[in-house]
Structures are given as structure tokens and as C-alpha cells.
């Protein structure tokens, strides 16, 4: 049974970092893609951020490109989020997901751990 845990959220001021990581287990990942979704109230659920477990291609959406970056660690399983010069609209609940390199729909979920940028 895969699980995805996140950490790291929390409560920072507009110009802050926080580092997120999503604990993946379950499986082996190496043909898998693993993606960082946010949701703020009210929104719909969006994509921030990807990377393959093999090989490390990246993709952003193009309003954190340049402060954000996605990493793996392979050893661990885990892939991180690091944000840095946070703004108030970076506000959400961040999710971790996976799903096959091939295939369109993600098949496992995290929790979802909750960003708070202040103004």
C-alpha cells in the first residue's frame, strides 16, 4: 500500500522559506512521477511542481518558477519542496502525489500540510 506523508508547513511572513517533504513508501518509485498540488480556499486544486523519480526532469508552474524547487532524495524516497520568498498568495494546502510516468490520473495522495504566508 503506497503512503505519502508531508511535513514541514507552518506559519511564515512574505519573504520567508519553508521547506516541504513528502515521505513516499509502498513501492518502488523509479517509474513514477512525483507532483506538489496546492489548494486555497474557496480554489481549485493546482499544480505546483514535478519531478521524476528517474532521471529528475522538472516542470513548475510559472508562478514559482525561480523561487521554488523541487528535489528528490533517492535514498530516502522523499521529494522536497523548497519555497523561498514566499508571498500571501502562496497561501494553501499543500499536497503530494504520485502517479506512473505513463499514465495521466495520480493514484496515491498525501494528507496535505498547510502553508500560511503573512503579509
Known amino acids: 500500500q503506497v503512503q505519502l506523508v508531508e511535513s514541514g508547513g507552518g506559519l511564515v511572513t512574505a519573504g520567508g522559506s519553508l521547506r516541504l517533504s513528502c515521505a513516499a513508501s509502498g513501492r518502488t518509485f523509479s517509474s513514477y512521477r512525483m507532483v506538489w498540488f496546492r489548494q486555497a480556499p474557496g480554489k481549485e486544486r493546482d499544480f505546483v511542481a514535478g519531478i521524476n523519480w528517474s532521471g529528475g526532469s522538472t516542470a513548475y508552474r510559472d508562478s514559482v518558477k525561480g523561487r521554488f524547487t523541487i528535489s528528490k532524495d533517492n535514498a530516502k524516497n522523499t521529494v522536497h519542496l523548497q519555497m523561498n520568498s514566499l508571498k500571501p498568495e502562496d497561501t494553501a494546502i499543500y499536497y503530494c502525489?504520485?502517479?506512473?510516468?505513463?499514465?495521466?490520473?495520480?493514484?496515491?495522495w498525501g494528507q496535505g500540510t498547510q502553508v500560511t504566508v503573512s503579509s
Open positions: 502525489a504520485t502517479r506512473p510516468i505513463t499514465a495521466i490520473q495520480y493514484d496515491s
